[in-house]
């Protein structure tokens, strides 16, 4: 890379993944990948190929066997993970991972306490979480606990809280697989505007063709290895 390119947002070199109990299996074998600003990266594959496994990985929540992760052009390595992936990533799970004896605001603002910031009344991470959840069509739901929302509720306010933050990377594990087509339609627009135009960097995994055909690229992931496709 010349001296004058920026770095890539996101930069995997040969990730490797085994697990070994109850058996071994190897599941991602050489997986290397880069996404610059503004792209959009979808990732499709059957059940069981590792798509979840890999987005840990991405994400730092789990080590690879081998293989190097670069953010920002920065090594992850044990001393830099969490403050990393606290600053730079934006997650949302597959099964959301939501707080549920918590309200869908305090949820939102859980990436802002764990950052130290300020969450109080007229506070700028406040205005933003709101923000936020009116964004994904849940400003009358901000102050529910979270077990009272139904599935795509609680897939939209994980949403919200993956921005809450303002990651330069969001990575997405099925991230409309509970919605109806409108508010799909709705949360694909968000997830690939915050990429377009706010120069930040989406890896999704998706079963939902239409969403992998808006993206900027698309990979199979297949035998433990990532295919164009
Ligand atoms: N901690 C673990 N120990 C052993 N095997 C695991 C572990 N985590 C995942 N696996 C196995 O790795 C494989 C890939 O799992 P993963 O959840 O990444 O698949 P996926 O592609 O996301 O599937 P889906 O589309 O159903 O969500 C599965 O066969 C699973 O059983
Ligand atoms: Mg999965």
Redesign the pocket.
């Known amino acids: 890379m010349s001296a004058k390119s920026p770095p890539f947002l996101l930069e995997a070199q040969k990730i490797t993944k085994a ?4 058996k071994t ?1 190897h ?1 991602l074998k050489d997986i290397s990948l880069q996404i610059q600003a503004a792209e959009s990266v979808a990732i499709v ?12 990985i991405l994400g730092t929540l789990e080590d690879p066997c081998e293989g190097s992760l670069y953010i920002e052009g920065e090594k992850i390595n044990s001393s830099n993970r969490t403050r990393m992936r606290n600053e730079k990533i934006g997650f949302v799970f ?1 099964s959301f991972h939501l707080l549920e004896d918590y309200t869908a605001l305090e949820n939102v603002l859980m990436p802002a306490r764990i950052a130290r910031k300020s969450i109080g009344e007229g506070s700028q991470a406040k205005q933003r979480g709101l923000a936020l959840l009116d964004q994904v069509g849940l400003a009358d739901r901000a102050h529910f606990h979270t077990k009272l929302l139904s599935g795509g509720e609680k897939q939209r306010v994980a949403l919200a809280r993956a921005m809450c933050n303002d990651p330069c990377l969001i990575l997405a ?2 991230p409309s697989g509970n919605l109806d087509s409108h508010t799909a339609l709705i949360i694909h627009d968000i997830l690939l505007n915050f990429a377009k135009h706010e120069k930040k960097a989406l890896l999704l ?1 998706t ?1 939902d063709r239409e969403l992998a055909q808006l993206c900027s690229r698309r990979y199979e ?1 297949r035998n433990g290895i990532l295919i164009e496709a």
């Open positions: 697990f070994y109990h109850p299996v599941i594959g059957r059940s069981g190929e590792g798509k979840s496994t890999l987005l840990q597959q594990d099925e995994v079963h992931l």
